[in-house]
């Protein structure tokens, strides 16, 4: 079975993006522009949600539909992967943003102005 890399994924998109094809779904996501590519995005993430509850098959298919259409996304507005990977990279031993949120909230962490 054939495998993609996430990088060669984003290569693709941004390729229809750069080189559109006549019948491409990818060209036509990018000529009906951020609207609709957004609508995409939140009808995805919501089928992730619904194939979570239904099976691990399901998931996996929905998931791919999902980070393909992000990928389109990131290409859309000029993200890299390379770009994620630099924010993944600022992240690594730090305390996520949920946990300062949550410290903040128990009196852990006293409020700057």
């Known amino acids: 079975m ?4 996430f990088e060669e994924l984003y290569d693709q998109v941004y390729n229809r993006k750069v080189n559109p094809a006549e019948g491409s779904y990818t060209a ?3 000529e009906k522009g951020l609207d609709k590519i957004l609508k995409k995005v939140g009808e995805e993430s919501t089928e992730v949600i619904i194939g979570a ?12 539909d999902l980070l393909f ?5 990131l290409a859309n507005q000029g993200i890299t992967i390379d770009d994620l990977k630099t924010e993944m990279g ?5 305390k996520s943003r949920l946990h300062e949120r949550q410290d903040w909230r128990s009196g ?5 102005k």
């Open 2 to 5: 054939a495998q993609q890399t």
């Open 28 to 30: 036509y996501l990018y």
């Open 53 to 64: 509850k239904n099976s691990k098959e399901e998931l996996t298919y929905e998931t791919a």
């Open 69 to 73: 259409h992000l990928m389109v996304l």
């Open 90 to 94: 600022t992240r690594v031993g730090q």
């Open 108 to 112: 852990a962490i006293e409020e700057t």
